[in-house]
């Protein structure tokens, strides 16, 4: 039972304080931070080039490596190890996208490469296009690749045959980056920003809407359901609503002041957002069960540019420019006392709620939420004692500045 009576005169007066309070924790994030999650480096393969972007299909791990493609042997993630290549002149591996049995590689100047990967340890190419300009991004859906060629545009490839691709059709803009689903394709077009074509018909791509702001070079865009997510070097990580595609509007966004944002993964309700510059990188991990409010969740420190990620059922795959493939796990921990939004982080959103929670203002709490209210105000002890009030508070302040861990 809640003392509501017993504790609101005194909470009403001090509430100015909370919030004051409340504003000084969430400026400073990344210091006042309890921890409901964990990241954890479980294995590392040093690839022999600039670690540039990473696809993951099976028990392997397809690294576009810049001057090669290293096929790394995932199957033991502890322990990851290279079991074939694909290196030769001219080859400028910027990005890599896999489906069958085949690999497909945005190669520079050497336009789209085929690789049969049907044995990994002996990957060879097959086929290939060029582009006018440098092939900088592809996607793969069904019969056709799609290729960012940045000043050349799209470039969409019939790839029925992996012997014998050929262009089909293209749409002229600089563009950085391609996702595509279903019978559209958004492009990263720089400087406009996010472009929808559609591809329904691949000889003559149509304009959708071009446009939609971006602060900066786009990297990669992917699509989930109705939400476009973008990561440029600007604004860093956009999210796009796109459920009306003639007329996207910006969401949410999450940025980092020291910019740099290279690659972005979607998995759940967590975006994977690596970024590079001159000082390190950082692997960020954000929480879009809201879009309207992405929440940073953990920080993953790299040594070098963090430039792509990968993200699948267990583990998060992240390339560094020098270290190579870094093999991530991730672990939200439920049910953690403090976590009132249980997601994964104890910060001042829980703090916030609780003090909506013991006011009785705004939606009425579910029982997850008056559970992770109630940690008890004793120092050390988690397990509640069935009152939420000013003690709980203390308590969620401890956690947020780590003062004390719940299990």
Partial sequence: MLDHDSTNKNLKMYRNYFIIGITLISLVPILFRGAAGQVTLIGRYDTPGWAYKVAVRGNYAYVAD???????????????????????????????????????????????????????????????????????????LGDYAYVASRFSGLHIIDISNPASPFRTGSYRCYISAVAVTGNYAFLGDRPHGLTILDISDPTSPSLVVRGFGSCGHIERVVV???????????????????????????????????????????????????????????????????????TLVWEYDTPDWACGVCVDENYIYLVDKHLGLNILEFICEDNVKGNVNNDCVVDAADLIRTVNIILKTGPDPTSHELWAADGNGLPGKCDGDEVINVLDIVKIVRLILNLEKCP
């Avoid at 969401?251 to 590079?276: F, I, P, R, T």
Wanted: proline share 5%.
């Fill in 66 to 140: 810049w001057s090669s493609v290293q096929i790394i042997d995932i199957s033991d993630p502890t322990s990851p190890s290279l079991v074939g290549n694909y290196d030769a002149p001219r080859v400028y591996a910027y990005d890599v996208a896999v489906s069958d049995s085949y690999a497909y590689v945005a190669s520079g100047y050497s336009g789209l490469l085929i690789l049969d990967i049907s044995n990994p340890c002996s990957p060879t190419l097959v086929g290939s296009v060029g582009t006018s300009d440098e092939a900088v991004g592809v996607a793969v």
């Fill in 224 to 294: 989930i359901g109705d939400y476009a997510y973008v990561v440029d070097f600007g604004c860093h990580l956009q999210i796009v609503d796109i459920s009306n595609l003639t007329s996207p509007f910006l969401v949410g966004y999450h940025s980092n002041q020291l910019g740099g944002a290279w690659d972005v993964a979607v998995k759940d309700e967590y975006a994977y957002v690596a970024y590079g510059y001159d000082t390190g990188g950082i692997l960020r991990i954000v929480n879009i069960s809201h879009p309207a409010s992405p």
